[in-house]
Each structure stands twice: as C-alpha cells, then as structure tokens.
T-cell receptor, first 110, second 113 residues
Framework: QQNVQQSPESLIVPEGARTSLNCTFSDSASQYFWWYRQHSGKAPKALM?????GEKEEGRFTIHLNKASLHFSLHIRDSQPSDSALYLC??????????FGKGTHLHVLP | GGIITQTPKFLIGQEGQKLTLKCQQN?????MYWYRQDSGKGLRLIYY???????QKGDLSEGYDASREKKSSFSLTVTSAQKNEMAVFLC????????????FGPGTRLTVL
C-alpha cells in the first residue's frame, strides 16, 4: 500500500528564513507529485506539481523530486507570515488515486 | 472557473445515526473524491469516483457509503456515526486522476454527540 511520510511535523521559522519541507513516498511507480497548502479554516489548494526528476521554481517556492531516493521536497525562500499553513504532499498510486501525507504545520514568525 | 459546494457546512448527529453529506461541482470534472481530515492533520481518502458510473473504495471506507448520483454530484453517507469520527469531511474534484490538480470544497464539519 502506498505510503507518504512527511517531515517535520511542525516547523517554526522567523520571517525571511529559508524553509525546507520533506516528503518520502513508498511506491516507486508513482509518477505525479503535488504540494498542497491549507491555511487555517480553509480548503487545501494546489501549490505546485512536478512529474519528472529535477527541480521546478515558481517565485519563492522550489520543489525537488528524486525518484531514485523516493524523495520530494518543497523549499520556501524569504518565508513570510502569510506562508503559515499546513503543507501537504501528495503522490499518485497505481490504483489511479492520490495519497496525501499527514502534513507539516509551518509557522512563520513576524 | 468553477466551484465546489458542500452541504451542510456543519452537521451534528447522535451516535449510531445515519448521516449524509452532499457535494456538488460545476467544473464538469470527471473525478470526485471524499476525504476525512482529523483536526489539523492530513487527508485520508474515503471514496473516489473516476467517472460518472464508477465508485472506488479508499483506505478509510469502512463505516461509509458513497453515491455518484450524476457527474456533478457525489454524496457520502456515514452509516452509523461514532464519537471518534468527528472531523472535517472534504470533497474534491479533478478533470481526471494523477496528473490533474484536485479542487477542494470548503468542507463539512461533523460533530457526534
């Protein structure tokens, strides 16, 4: 059964810091990987996706995918208080469903 | 653009009661999902429907039933509400599976007395 592990569970950083969130998946057949962000009391919303090994950058956000090590990460440059949220990584499975990790709570202190 | 509507926003039931949550989307998406989110935690898949006439169990389907009445609507029934399943239930839709982004509704918060 596909499993997605996220670390750390919680993270507190000062404004302006570089933040790294990690995700490890168990199914080497997974092809599509997503990061979702959920602000408190709101619905999750897709942040970024990556479908092949390497790196993808959008503004202050960069994601890395290494299928060989089954590792997927999100890096936030110049973290802002508005980045405070629950970050969920997700990957597809052979059964055409998406499995989410348990999330990392990020708190950016002003 | 489109929107996902979930009703009711808050649902209060008695232990052992059968409860139904409803979801409507106007994206014209093929695939719909039901997830359960316990307080401040990740999402666990209950049921999903790849196309209008399809129904698939997720990892947390025991104690739940689902129904895809038509392409735009997907209902979830809690067959016998238990106190330990108080959570937010999120509905989502996407054009298909895997490569496509999922769009989430605002959720139904379930409280069991």
């Amino acid at each position: 059964q596909q499993n997605v592990q996220q670390s750390p569970e919680s993270l507190i950083v000062p404004e302006g810091a570089r933040t790294s969130l990690n995700c490890t998946f168990s199914d080497s057949a997974s092809q599509y990987f997503w990061w979702y962000r959920q602000h408190s009391g709101k619905a999750p919303k897709a942040l970024m996706s990556i479908f092949s090994n390497g790196e993808k950058e959008e503004g202050r956000f960069t994601i890395h995918l290494n299928k060989a090590s089954l590792h997927f990460s999100l890096h936030i440059r110049d973290s802002q208080p508005s980045d405070s949220a629950l970050y969920l990584c997700a990957g597809d499975t052979n059964a055409y469903k998406v499995i989410f990790g348990k999330g990392t709570h990020l708190h950016v202190l002003p | 653009g489109g929107i996902i509507t979930q009703t009711p926003k808050f649902l209060i039931g008695q232990e052992g009661q059968k409860l139904t949550l409803k979801c409507q989307q106007n994206f014209n998406h093929d695939t719909m999902y039901w997830y359960r989110q316990d307080s401040g935690k990740g999402l666990r898949l209950i049921y999903y429907s790849i196309t209008e006439n399809d129904l698939q169990k997720g990892d947390l389907s025991e104690g739940y039933d689902a129904s895809r009445e038509k392409k735009s609507s997907f209902s979830l029934t809690v067959t016998s509400a238990q106190k330990n399943e108080m959570a937010v239930f999120l509905c989502a839709s996407s054009p298909g599976t895997g490569v496509y982004e999922q769009y989430f509704g605002p959720g139904t918060r379930l409280t069991v007395l």
